[in-house]
Every structure is written in C-alpha cells, then in structure tokens.
C-alpha cells in the first residue's frame, strides 16, 4: 500500500488559481519514481473521474475539460505530486482525490474538497 497525503483544497473564486499537493512520506525515491500518479475528481451522483495523470516517464494526460488551465507535476526527490488548477470554474467544484497507481492496484488519498466560489 501506498500512503498518500494531500494538502490544498479551500474555497476560491471563479478565475482564481489553488495548487494542490499530494505526498507520500512512507515511500523511498525508487518505489515513488515508479508510480503512476494520477488526480481525479468526484460530484456527489457522478464518477469519480480521471483529471490529471503523470506516468513514471512523466508523460502527462489531461482530461478535455481541464487542459490548458491545469498542470500535474512530480517532483520525485521530495516524492510529492503537485495540480495546478488556473482559471476555475464552478464546474471544477469536487472532492479531488490523488491516487498511485502500481500494476493496476491504486491507493487513494483522503480526497479534500474544491469549490469554486460565483
């Protein structure tokens, strides 16, 4: 198991910047270096869905919705993860959970709360 934790998350206006960062204190630099480290975000009634992701080679994914305002960054020595969400929307406001992925077997983080302020 990978234990993750996240820091962010608050109450921002519409057009406003927040970063979101997501460590893993209890992993050694080799093991984070190999991870898939993902962003995904969830509504009350709706899928948890994938935001942001950054594989081992740090190749970046971005769902439709979020590319061009949001950047997923690792930074491996500090075996953190970092989103950075520009330019929100009301549409933004969600739990937004960081995840490790390992071989298909995925740890969650605790999932804090974003809303975006009208």
């Known amino acids: 198991q990978v234990y993750l934790v996240e820091s962010g998350g608050g109450v921002v206006q519409a057009g406003g910047s927040l970063r979101l960062t997501c460590a893993a204190p209890r992993t050694i630099f080799s093991v984070f270096s190999g991870l898939t480290m993902a962003w995904y975000r969830q509504t009350p009634g709706n899928q948890r869905e994938l935001v942001a992701s950054?594989?081992?080679?740090?190749?970046?994914l971005y769902a439709d919705s979020v590319r061009g305002r949001f950047t997923i960054s690792r930074d491996n020595s500090n075996k953190r993860v970092r989103l950075q969400m520009n330019s929100l929307n009301g549409d933004d406001t969600a739990v937004y959970y960081c995840?490790?992925?390992?071989?298909?077997?995925?740890?969650w983080g605790q999932g804090p709360q974003v809303t975006i302020s009208e």
């Open positions: 950054t594989s081992p080679g740090g190749n970046t």
């Open positions: 995840a490790a992925d390992r071989g298909g077997n995925r740890n």
